[in-house]
């Protein structure tokens, strides 16, 4: 099993930073992570995904160029930069870890979930 917790979530600004951690423990491995959101009423959706080893990134419309995701494999641990936030951002961010190195975007694809932190941005 792979436990994943997330971190960095709270209340920013509009135009506003914050950096999200997620931390694996567990039975740990390389693969593809990915952070998703959600907002009540409305299904998961993807935001941003990351190769085994970092080399491949994947992004929704809606956060190119203002978000960015990396990984420290060392550390067991994947990071989200969120910069130039706006309203609609506002969601609980959840990271997943699936079992595929490969890039993977739809959440049905992710075998272990975090338990999510809110995001909010305010106007």
């Known amino acids: 099993q792979v436990q994943l917790v997330e971190s960095g979530g709270g209340l920013v600004q509009a135009g506003g930073s914050l950096r999200l951690s997620c931390a694996a423990s567990?039975?740990?491995?390389?693969?593809?992570m990915g952070w998703f959101r959600q907002t009540p009423g409305k299904e998961r959706e993807f935001v941003a995904a990351i190769s085994w080893n970092g080399r491949s990134t994947s992004y929704a419309e809606s956060v190119k160029g203002r978000f960015a995701i990396s990984r420290d494999n060392a550390k067991n641990t994947v990071y989200l930069q969120m910069n130039s936030l706006k309203p609609e951002d506002t969601a609980v961010y959840y990271c997943?870890?699936?079992?595929?190195?490969?890039?993977?975007?739809?959440?049905?694809?992710?075998?272990?979930w975090g338990q999510g932190t809110q995001v909010t941005v305010s106007s």
């Open positions: 567990g039975r740990t491995f390389s693969s593809s």
């Open positions: 997943a870890q699936t079992q595929m190195l490969l890039i993977r975007t739809r959440p049905g694809e992710y075998d272990y």
